[in-house]
C-alpha cells in the first residue's frame, strides 16, 4: 500500500516475545526479528559490556515457535560486530557462522540484515566491496539506523534507513517520528 509501516526489532530478545509478539497478534501487524546468531539462549553481552542490564535473546526453539506470518526472522549478523570494521575474510567468517546456526536449528531467514549498531563501511570503495559481498551471501536488502522516513522504492536496497523508536517514546513522539524522522529540538 502506499501508506505502509515495516515494523522491525533487533536482537531478538525474551522481552520481544512476551511484549512485542502478544501486541503484534492483538492488532495483526507482522514485524521483521533481527537475529544475531551468536547470542540464542544468551543474553545481549554487547549491551552488558558498556554497562548496560543484560537482556536475555530468545532460544531457537522460542524463535522456530513464532508464527511466521506473523514475525519473519532477518540477519543481524552472527556476533553482532561493527561491521565497518571488519575485513572481507572476517565479514565472510560471521556470515557463514550464522549460516552454520541457521542450518542446525532449522530457522527460515528472510534475506535481509540490519546493521548492527547501524554501523557499515561510509567510503569507497569499502562500501562496494562491503554491499558486493552482500550480496554474494544471499542478502537482499541492508537496513541502518537513519532516523529518516524511507520512501520506497528505495534508491539503494543496501541502505534502508529505519526510524529508532525507543521503549520511552510515548505516542505523540511515535507519532512525530513516523511522519517526519527524528526528533530534531532547537
Do not use: C
Not at 521483521?32 to 544468551?42: C, I, N, S
Not at 542478502?139 to 529505519?162: D, E, H, K, L, M
Request: hydrophobic share 45%; net charge positive; proline share 7%.
Amino acid at each position: 500500500p502506499k501508506r505502509s509501516v515495516v515494523l522491525t526489532f533487533d536482537d531478538v530478545t525474551v522481552s520481544q516475545w512476551e511484549f512485542a509478539v502478544p501486541l503484534l497478534i492483538k492488532y495483526g501487524f507482522k514485524a521483521v526479528f533481527f537475529v544475531p546468531f551468536a547470542y540464542l539462549g544468551q543474553n545481549d553481552a554487547w549491551n552488558a559490556s558498556s554497562g548496560a542490564a543484560a537482556h536475555p535473546i530468545m532460544t531457537a526453539e522460542q524463535l522456530r515457535a513464532l508464527d511466521p506470518n506473523v514475525i519473519e526472522l532477518a540477519h543481524h549478523s552472527y556476533a553482532h560486530p561493527r561491521l565497518a570494521t571488519l575485513t572481507s575474510e572476517a565479514l565472510q567468517q560471521d556470515f557463514d557462522q550464522a549460516q552454520q546456526v541457521m542450518a542446525a536449528e532449522q530457522l527460515s531467514i528472510f534475506p535481509a540484515l540490519a546493521y548492527p549498531y547501524g554501523n557499515f563501511p561510509r567510503q569507497q570503495p569499502e562500501q562496494s566491496r562491503f554491499f558486493t559481498q552482500l550480496q554474494e551471501n544471499g542478502i537482499a536488502f541492508g537496513f541502518r539506523i537513519g532516523n529518516t522516513v524511507s520512501r520506497f522504492p528505495w534508491s539503494n536496497p543496501y541502505i534502508i534507513p529505519r526510524i529508532d523508536i525507543k521503549g520511552e517514546d510515548h505516542l505523540l513522539r511515535f507519532r512525530w517520528k513516523l511522519r517526519w524522522g527524528r526528533l530534531r529540538l532547537w
